[in-house]
T-cell receptor
Framework: DAGITQSPRHKVTETGTPVTLRCHQTENHRYMYWYRQDPGHGLRLIHYSYGVKDTDKGEVSDGYSVSRSKTEDFLLTLESATSSQTSVYFC??????????FGPGTRLTVL | KNEVEQSPQNLTAQEGEFITINCSYSVGISALHWLQQHPGGGIVSLFMLSSGKKKHGRLIATINIQEKHSSLHITASHPRDSAVYICVCSGGGADGLTFGKGTHLIIQP
């Protein structure tokens, strides 16, 4: 599997606070993705990147922003966390848009 | 938008049984993935295929492009195969992935 790490792995925060999740890869993959996984909904795409500084919105992007200043890092920011953003967040990477190598996930709880 | 349907949604079987999980989709695709997720665990990509068949150990994945259908087979199933199996269809472009809801597989000893 690709060298993909996510940090933090677990986080509990309060409503209204900003939160940043980090995805780091050592594979020099061009594409990077952020998903959330919720019971009954499966995996849903939040944002994706097709290169440094090139990002675009996915299916459930409201309330989230991303940045990619280096090939290896893709940051997901919740500007003002809400309870509806309690979820498990997965990062994925790939050399083409067909590839999907997943990180270990981050469990976020917003109280 | 591609409609991806997996069946069955839940499957319980005995150790050693031959397992088949199905995935049907509505729109032509460039590739199809099978993912595995153990309870509370991460997601592993098992296969990516665009035609024919692939085999890895006891796992076999097939795809029929004309019929818009793929199957994942597990031979000699084992309790450690208990997981959620997710079918993902890639229709082109980084935002062109459509995920199935997953099949919950339990293999009892």
């Amino acid at each position: 599997d690709a060298g993909i790490t996510q940090s933090p792995r677990h986080k509990v925060t309060e409503t209204g606070t900003p939160v940043t999740l980090r995805c780091h890869q050592t594979e020099n993959h061009r594409y990077m993705y952020w998903y959330r996984q919720d019971p009954g909904h499966g995996l849903r795409l939040i944002h994706y990147s097709y290169g440094v500084k090139d990002t675009d919105k996915g299916e459930v992007s409201d309330g989230y922003s991303v940045s990619r200043s280096k090939t290896e890092d893709f940051l997901l920011t919740l500007e003002s966390a809400t309870s509806s953003q309690t979820s498990v967040y997965f990062c994925a990477t790939g050399t083409t848009y067909n590839e999907q190598f997943f990180g270990p996930g981050t469990r976020l709880t917003v109280l | 938008k591609n409609e991806v349907e997996q069946s069955p949604q839940n499957l319980t079987a005995q150790e050693g049984e031959f397992i088949t999980i199905n995935c049907s989709y509505s729109v032509g695709i460039s590739a199809l993935h099978w993912l595995q997720q153990h309870p509370g665990g991460g997601i592993v990509s098992l296969f990516m295929l665009s035609s024919g068949k692939k085999k890895h150990g006891r796992l076999i994945a097939t795809i029929n492009i004309q019929e818009k259908h793929s199957s994942l087979h597990i031979t000699a199933s084992h309790p450690r195969d208990s997981a959620v199996y997710i079918c993902v269809c890639s229709g082109g472009g980084a935002d062109g992935l459509t995920f199935g809801k997953g099949t919950h597989l339990i293999i009892q000893p």
